[in-house]
């Protein structure tokens, strides 16, 4: 069993580590591949069936939706929920899914529309925790579509227009064709272009992209260098979650309802002390206070609502990003699980 002593500095060495990876920011959640990130500990976990400290393993991507992770470990709550989480900074889907299923790594923080992709591939993998949810406007979201400087002012002037994403047939995209549809914009008329998170605001600046589809610290980035916002690109939809391999659910309940518990218990105190969660994207993400300051910051939810969850699903459905249904009801495990 881990001393707190012990567990207090693998927090400290984790959250160390993240400032140590700001690079990785550039694909944030948006389903492009990577080396696996960079690790604090080795390929081993324990069991806490026996009600002792229990090691978790995380792929964490290092970006403003995740942050409570970080927040959580500096307060020390998975600590009292006997959890020992240790963080993998870096990792995203393409990566991290394998090495859930090979139990590597038991955890991988992403996003809702990631999991629907993988389980479209029949990953037996579920989602065990919510993070968050985006704004309903272009004014309280912080991810949303954004035009060069003096482009276009509307949705619907994109017709016939270049659009940037950062992975095609990601979340992202999905979200952007589905924005545009809805505001009936041809979107087959739409060319489509792949450009990194961190490139965006430069190539709107630099008129090679008439839009974009953008999430935070680089959507306050372009706005501040006169791109006009057009919409959001959340929509309120849910973003952020926690997946699992279904097989470790199964094999270590209690462990997941700790895990589950301290979680809930984090999303609680990220909602309720914003200033700390800045605080981490600057010590951690490196991203200037200035910037963080003004950043709009995620909704952080503690429950998982499986009616949204399925609205993602038929959304990417809807623009083919997937290409047969997916219920949301098939990869979901209850928050918190009952006890046994």
Not at 143 to 158: D, T, Y
Request: charged share 20%; aromatic share 4%.
């Amino acid at each position: 069993m881990a001393s707190r002593s012990l567990l207090r500095a693998r927090a400290r060495r984790a959250v160390a580590l993240l400032a140590a990876l700001t690079a990785t920011v550039a694909v944030a959640a948006c389903g492009s591949s990577d080396d696996g990130g960079s690790s604090t500990s080795s390929n081993t976990s324990a069991s806490g069936s026996d009600g002792g400290v229990a090691t978790v393993k995380m792929g964490v991507v290092p970006a403003a939706t995740f942050a409570p992770v970080f927040v959580g470990l500096e307060q020390g709550i998975f600590e009292r929920h006997g959890i020992d989480l240790q963080i993998e900074v870096g990792g995203l889907a393409p990566t991290v899914f394998p090495r859930i299923l090979k139990n590597q790594i038991q955890l991988g923080a992403n996003t809702w529309g990631t999991l629907v992709t993988a389980r479209e591939q029949n990953l037996p993998l579920t989602g065990i925790g919510p993070v968050d949810r985006g704004g309903e406007t272009a004014d309280d979201d912080y991810q949303g579509i954004i035009a060069k400087p003096g482009g276009v002012r509307s949705l619907e002037e994109l017709n016939g227009k270049t659009v940037a994403v950062p992975t095609l047939k990601s979340f992202t995209d999905a979200q952007v064709r589905s924005v545009l549809k809805e505001a009936g914009v041809d979107i087959s008329s739409v060319r489509f272009i792949a450009i990194p998170f961190p490139d965006i605001p430069a190539a709107l600046k630099a008129g090679r992209v008439d839009a974009a589809g953008v999430v935070e610290p680089f959507f306050s980035q372009a706005k501040a260098e006169g791109s006009t916002p057009l919409a959001s690109l959340s929509r309120g939809q849910l973003m952020g979650s926690i997946v699992a391999a279904e097989k470790w659910v199964e094999d270590e309940p209690d462990t997941v309802r700790r895990f589950q518990e301290a979680w809930a218990e984090t999303l609680r105190y990220a909602t309720d002390n914003p200033d700390a969660v800045r605080a981490a994207l600057t010590r951690g993400l490196r991203i200037p206070e200035a910037v963080a300051s003004r950043m709009t910051l995620p909704i952080w939810v503690d429950e998982i609502d499986e009616a949204r969850v399925q609205e993602i699903s038929d959304m990417m459905l809807d623009v083919d990003t997937i290409s047969g249904e997916i219920a949301a009801s098939d990869m979901i495990t209850p928050f918190p699980l009952p006890a046994s």
